[in-house]
């Protein structure tokens, strides 16, 4: 082998990942470390959802299926989504993919090429720059204002808008500031694009984790649903990271586009595991409700405890799981702090510039562990920074 295509050196990583392979080298040479960097919910999937999984197995849900999706899970989804969103979308506008990330994927490939500009949102999920990358396409970072709560200056977002864009992402709920974009400020930028022959990448992964009501989808505003990819999946508010289930919900042209670089590539998602999600939208909700009340209890003890760090000042997360303080009153960098808390006070958790220039300045701590461990981690911060 001599050499790599150079498209792979347009991708880019992930660096939660880097970081939980540091802190489990520092934990295999006897260091105690409170993991606060991945996200993913640390609560057991559902019992009835693993049992539904089970069943399939045992019924025989093994072999290849259809390359959109399981139609019972399809048409789960839609009636799913016409119920949180209020908007009508038949099955037939549902993909589903093994997680939520090759909706990501597939719709960038599908519609972006050299010279498109993308509106990023940032500080924000690395892999959406990573993708636009590797398609060629060009990000424009649109800062995130933590006066705003998070939510773009929207005259820097209007500026940035031009003939080249060709797809806006929207993160609400967002990773990795708990941020909800206010229902005015969606407004305004659906009015802003409305005319445009743009694409919004509505990536709704967290919505269900609101502490304060639920997030306003542009896909429900007129005539956004046309132009609107909602992202959604099981991962997060199902705790189902590890099984790979997700889907989009997109403009009729992109689900033919989508269909084949399925089948181009992972040919379906499991079918035992999409029974499973079944299971899992028609189940009962309690546990995933529980675990959003967890997350409130812990995201108001956590953040108060980080507010009473000298330098530390963390506002309120409206939603997703993830506290995002600004660090800059202790004098050091992101990077310099979150390699310093990991490696001298034994807490993991990333730098703000791991999501982009804009969040120097930050730490990103995920709430996904036990309020003792996010107590004594807040603890272990305090000594370190004193
Ligand atoms: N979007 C955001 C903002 C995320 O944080 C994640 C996961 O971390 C995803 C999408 C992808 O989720 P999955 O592929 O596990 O469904």
Redesign the pocket.
Known sequence: MTRLADRISRLGVESAFDVLVRAKTLEAQGRNIIHLEI??PDFATPEHIVEAGKRALDEGWTHYGPTQGDPELRAAIAAHVAATRGVEVGPDRVCVTP????I?FFCMLALLEEGDEVICPNP??P?YESMIRFCRATPVSVPLVEQRGFSFDLNIFRGALNDRTRMVIL?SP??PTGGVIPPDDVRAIAEMIADRDIVVLS?E??SRICFDGRPLSIATLPGMLEKTII?D????IYAM?GW???YGVLPPLLVDAVNKLMVNSNSCTASFTQRAGIAALRGPQDAPQRMVEEFRRRRDAFVAGLNTIPGFCCALPPGAFYAFPNITATGRTSRDLADALLNEAGVACLSGTAFGEYGEGYLRFSIANSMENLLEAVERIRRFVS
């Open positions: 996200g993913e997680g939520a990330k090759p990501l924000s999920f892999i993160n967002h990773n990536d992964i967290y992202l999946g099981f991962s997060k990271t790979r289930l997700g």
